[in-house]
């Protein structure tokens, strides 16, 4: 039998080589760590400048109304204009209702806007019965008070902030002044704020407000649609409205 010679090291060492390389490792192994990051800096891609994008400014609202060096100047051009198509706001399909009265009453009432059936008058409705029967009860009629809407048309889900920021309010005093009444009965929670008074933050229903430098009195309440709901509203308004004229019950 033949017997192959031992192998030197160095052929020993070639096999195990030619057999690790057969089996798929190329790469010597060792288990002494390697420093994967090194101190070294790494060359960087060349970043593209980022574009800030500039803020739009805030747009500014429409102003109601328009210029106010253009709005009329009397009483009764005032009634027409506050009644013309394009004169405040859009209400759809409802029609705008001039105020009824004249200048110098010794009530003015404002309420939030038209009823919905209104064409002819304002207040032609529910809430119209309502006035005339506490106009009744002060021993007035609608001849001799002045009755206005803060809104010329019936505008249904009405934005009274957005309304406000664009000027229905500065247009609501220039009403009042240009009707100069002797008091003022300001019927609906969003009425008072449009003339720079907000009974919710005070506990008072009765306070004096200037517009162009003449001071009337004022008597804040609730909008007619909630006095019809709500009897006691009525007679809380009604206790009010004697308090601020000093009347008795009659």
Known sequence: MNVSPNPSIAEAIGSAFEWWKEAGLTNAMDDTAQPWITDEEEPTEQKRPVRVKKKKPAETPVMLGGDS??????????????????????????????????????????????????????????????????????????????????????????DWDDLNKRGLGRILAYHISLAQPERLLLLGRIVPPLIGHDPAQSNTFSYSSEFQDTAISCLAGRSPELLLKQPKLRARLWNQWLDWTGDDPP
């Open 69 to 158: 060096a253009n709005w009329p100047d009397s009483l009764e051009a005032f009634q027409k204009w506050w009644a013309a198509p394009d004169s405040i706001a859009d209400g759809g399909t409802y029609p705008r209702i001039a105020p009824s009265g004249s200048a110098r009453a010794p009530l003015m009432i404002i309420v939030p806007e038209p009823e919905s059936e209104d064409s002819d008058f304002l207040l032609s409705g529910p809430q119209g019965r309502l006035i005339d029967n506490m106009l009744l009860s002060m021993q007035l009629t609608r001849e001799n008070v002045y009755l206005t809407a803060a809104l010329p048309c019936h505008m249904p889900f009405a």
